[in-house]
Nanobody
Framework: QVQLVESGGGLVQAGGSLRLSCAAS????????LGWFRQAPGKEREFVAC????????NYADAVQGRFTISRDNAKNTVYLQMNSLNEEDTAVYYC????WGLGTSAIREYKHWGQGTQVTVSS
């Protein structure tokens, strides 16, 4: 059974930083593209970033490009999201997701496995 468990969320002031982690189990981690998505209150879930399984190619949403960095540690079955220069618009529940043999898409429907999410709140 595939499990994805996010951690690292919390309350931070605008301009601050957080690092999210997502620990995966029940899968061959190196075969999956890993993605981060977020959902703010009253809004649809949206793509944030992803990293492919072999080359580690990354893809970012325009809203986070240059501020967020996604990385993975295949030895630890963990993917990270370093978030810098946070602003109130980044407030959301952040979800980790896995796409088997994925090519690095932003399409939510391609990710079959999801974590429960971790809350990130940015205060002004």
């Amino acid at each position: 059974q595939v499990q994805l468990v996010e951690s690292g969320g919390g309350l931070v002031q605008a301009g601050g930083s957080l690092r999210l982690s997502c620990a995966a189990s029940g899968l061959i981690f190196s075969r999956y593209t890993l993605g981060w998505f977020r959902q703010a209150p009253g809004k649809e879930r949206e793509f944030v970033a992803c990293i492919t399984m072999e080359t580690g190619r990354t893809n970012y949403a325009d809203a986070v490009q240059g501020r967020f960095t996604i990385s993975r540690d295949n030895a630890k079955n963990t993917v990270y999201l370093q978030m810098n220069s946070l602003n109130e618009e980044d407030t959301a529940v952040y979800y980790c997701a896995a796409d088997l043999w994925g090519l690095g898409t932003s399409a939510i429907r391609e990710y079959k496995h999801w974590g429960q999410g971790t809350q990130v709140t940015v205060s002004s």
